[in-house]
């Protein structure tokens, strides 16, 4: 069973930059695609980043270009770099990925506030 472990949340200033980390419990042979998605309360989740085997990435607009998911040499980490954060990305971070079944991160709070 693959359990994902993120790190890296935190508090932030407005215009800050913070970048997240997500590992796989071991190794993973086989991998669809990662994700990263958020919650902040009292809304539904969304996906903000997403990388689909091999390579090809992809970003919600709203994001304005401020977000890039990149994957680790060893295969079984993948990063969110968040740079010009604003106080509504204020949220808990999941990491996602998919290999042979839906795997989720326990998530990790960030908070943007001056």
């Known amino acids: 069973q693959v359990q994902l472990v993120e790190s890296g949340g935190g508090l932030v200033q407005p215009g800050g930059s913070l970048r997240l980390s997500c590992t796989a419990s071991?190794?993973?042979?086989?991998?669809?695609?990662w994700g990263w998605f958020r919650q902040a309360p009292g809304k539904e989740r969304e996906l903000v980043a997403s990388?689909?085997?091999?390579?090809?990435?992809s970003y919600p607009d709203f994001l304005m270009g401020r977000f890039t998911v990149s994957r680790g040499a060893t295969k079984n980490t993948v990063y969110l770099q968040m740079t010009g954060m604003k106080p509504e990305d204020t949220a808990v971070y999941y990491c996602?990925?998919?290999?042979?079944?839906?795997?989720w991160g326990q998530g990790t709070q960030v908070t943007v506030s001056a």
């Open positions: 990388l689909q085997i091999p390579g090809h990435t």
């Open positions: 996602y990925c998919y290999s042979n079944g839906h795997f």
């Open positions: 071991a190794r993973i042979l086989s991998v669809s695609s």
